[in-house]
C-alpha cells in the first residue's frame, strides 16, 4: 500500500512559477512509476508527466518546454516543477504511483490568474 500527499499548489499569475511535491510512504518506492495527472473544472483527467523508476520521463504536449517532473528516491518524493505558467494549467493536480496498481493522493489546487 502506498499513500501520497502532495503540497505547493496555490495561486499564481501567468508567466509564474510553482513547484509541486509528492511524498510518498511505503516500500519499495523507487519501483513505481511516479506520475502527475490534472483534472480542469469540466474536463477529464489527464496525463500532465510521469517519470519510470530509470528516470524516463513523458510529457504531455500541452506542458513540454515548460514543466519537469524529478524524483528523489531516497526521500520517497517526486516533483514537478511548473514554469510559464498559462491559465489552461488551472486544475487540480494529483500525484500518482503506478507498479501493478495505480496508487492517487489526494490533489492539490493549482490556480493562474491576474
Known amino acids: 500500500q502506498v499513500q501520497l500527499v502532495e503540497s505547493g499548489g496555490g495561486l499564481v499569475q501567468p508567466g509564474g512559477s510553482l513547484r509541486l511535491s509528492c511524498a510518498g510512504s511505503g516500500p519499495f518506492f523507487s519501483i513505481y512509476t511516479m506520475g502527475w495527472y490534472r483534472q480542469a473544472p469540466g474536463k477529464q483527467r489527464e496525463l500532465v508527466a510521469e517519470?519510470?523508476?530509470?528516470?524516463?520521463?513523458n510529457y504531455a504536449d500541452s506542458v513540454k518546454g515548460r514543466f519537469t517532473i524529478s524524483r528523489d528516491n531516497a526521500k520517497n518524493s517526486v516533483f514537478l516543477q511548473m514554469n510559464r505558467l498559462e491559465p489552461e494549467d488551472t486544475a487540480v493536480y494529483y500525484c500518482?504511483?503506478?507498479?501493478?496498481?495505480?496508487?492517487w493522493g489526494q490533489g492539490t489546487q493549482v490556480t493562474v490568474s491576474s
Open positions: 500518482t504511483a503506478q507498479f501493478a496498481a495505480k496508487y
Open positions: 517519470i519510470t523508476s530509470s528516470g524516463s520521463t
